[in-house]
């Protein structure tokens, strides 16, 4: 059943919830005579976008446009479009959309742009809204997160001298998509300053990402585990 209503209080890991119909109290106590019965919150967000997100998002679109050879209205709808039928969302405008349509647009923009190498003014660092999906479009895509160039994998926790990188644990590094350059001057400045410098950061692939990326097989995975499992 669907019960609508008002967040009032957030109590540590409880929500206190008024609903708008007092009718619904007695058919929720229905539900509620055994045991515990789980539910699902969907909070509506009512902020509306910023001007920042705004500026950002036509930023990335102006981008595509001049890519692309279309208008900038004409990609604003394009890309519109394929927010709508990629994701599910409601086609939405930019006069009264919400702050998390937004953020997730700007993401999916820039994921469009990345994914098809197409050229920015700035580093998408620039535009994004969202840090980590950032952080994953660029490995993803093998995209340099400060420069858009061609990247290779980093690791943020050093492998070793001498470590094979093939038999590197993958799963419990913190991993980041930098170009040969900016790669040389994370090594020379260190991570702490290069990573204060740009404002980027590293992120851990869950097993099925890293092997959708082709950073680490299942086969290695299952051979490091059983290696750490024989010597326990």
Not at 104 to 131: C, N, R, V
Not at 137 to 161: F, N, P, W
Not at 168 to 186: F, G
Not at 197 to 203: E, L, M, S, W
Request: proline share 2%.
């Amino acid at each position: 059943m669907d019960l609508w209503g008002r967040i009032t209080a957030i109590k540590g890991n409880q929500v206190v919830i008024n609903l708008d119909n007092r009718e619904e109290l007695a058919n929720l106590s229905l539900f509620t005579k055994d045991g515990q019965p789980q539910v699902v919150v969907e909070v509506q967000d009512e902020r509306q976008l910023s001007n920042l997100q705004r500026k950002k998002a036509y930023a990335v679109m102006g981008e595509i446009a001049k890519y692309t050879g279309y208008l900038p209205e004409e990609a604003k709808e394009w890309m519109k479009y394929l927010f709508t039928a990629e994701t599910g969302h409601p086609y939405f405008s930019f006069s009264d959309a919400d702050m998390t349509t937004a953020r997730e647009f700007i993401t999916f923009l820039l994921d469009y742009a990345i994914k098809h190498h197409i050229p920015m003014m700035h580093s998408g660092l620039t535009y994004q809204d969202d840090l980590d999906a950032y952080m994953y479009q660029s490995l993803k895509y093998r995209s340099c997160v400060i420069c858009g160039e061609r990247a290779d994998v980093h690791h943020i926790d050093t492998v070793g001298m001498g470590n094979d990188r093939a038999l590197v644990d993958h799963r419990k590094k913190d991993l980041i998509a930098l170009c040969r350059e900016h790669h040389q001057e994370a090594h020379q400045l260190g991570w702490p300053t290069f990573k204060k410098k740009y404002h980027v950061k590293g992120i851990k692939l869950n097993a099925q990402t890293l092997n959708q990326l082709g950073i680490m097989t299942y086969k290695r995975m299952k051979e490091i585990d059983n290696d750490q499992t024989r010597t326990t």
